[in-house]
């Protein structure tokens, strides 16, 4: 039995640790158009990460099947309810490529840089960069922001996705816990004869 329970320790273990290398703090926005406001008939879709790191926000943006070409993509805050409403542009997310239907955005910023934001955004907190910073990253763990992409067909936007803490675990994360799992499955084959069956009370 001791075994065992050092063996589930191990696997614990290891979940305890993953994070400690995952420093950095995830998010996902999955766009489309009906998740606009109001809701078109888009097929085009995203799946964008978001990755902050301290100041650091750094954005992958892929989308695809567009129905026209892009003029712009921004991150907007702050809605007043999750999942639901409009806001103005927090950061205009520029070298967006334009005037196509599908590719991929790829940009880190220093959200210490004011000139990251909006300038109406920036100044609504205070006119500073750590007050910008801060309420876009409380909106985004509230599900109070959203990635927008416009086209030259929906000048409001095509496709939008609000921005969600990622619950999945990244793949190293996945690999600490197989080893750990599989710690446990050998320590339990060790041990075929551990388990034994109380007497049989005699009738």
């Known amino acids: 039995m001791k075994k065992v329970l050092s063996a589930l320790a191990l696997a614990a273990s290891t979940l305890a640790l993953a994070p400690a290398a995952q420093a950095a703090d995830i998010y996902r926005a999955v766009s489309s158009g009906p998740a606009e406001s109001p809701p078109n008939g888009s097929p085009g ?7 902050i790191d301290g100041t650091t926000l750094r954005a992958e943006v892929p989308f695809q099947d567009l129905l026209a070409s892009t003029t712009a993509a921004h991150i907007h805050c702050c809605t007043t309810e999750a999942f639901t409403g409009v806001a103005p542009v927090a950061i205009p997310l520029a070298g967006f490529p334009l005037m196509v239907t599908a590719g991929s955005y ?13 300038p109406a955004f920036l100044a609504s907190f205070g006119g500073t960069a750590s007050g910008a910073g801060s309420a876009l ?10 990635l927008n ?10 496709i939008r996705g609000f921005v969600v803490a990622a619950p999945i675990p990244e793949p190293a994360t996945w690999g600490m816990l197989g080893i750990g799992l599989a710690g446990l499955a050998l320590m339990a084959r060790r041990r075929p004869g551990s388990i034994s069956q109380a007497p049989r009370p005699r009738a």
């Not at 990253?137 to 959203?146: E, H």
């Not at 992409?149 to 936007?157: A, E, F, L, Q, V």
């Open 45 to 51: 879709s995203s799946v964008a990460t978001i990755e």
């Open 106 to 118: 790829n940009a880190t910023l220093d959200l210490g840089d004011p000139a990251v934001y909006d």
């Open 137 to 146: 990253l409380d909106a985004m763990n509230a599900n109070q922001a959203y």
């Open 149 to 158: 992409i416009y086209t030259t067909r929906y000048p409001n936007g095509e």
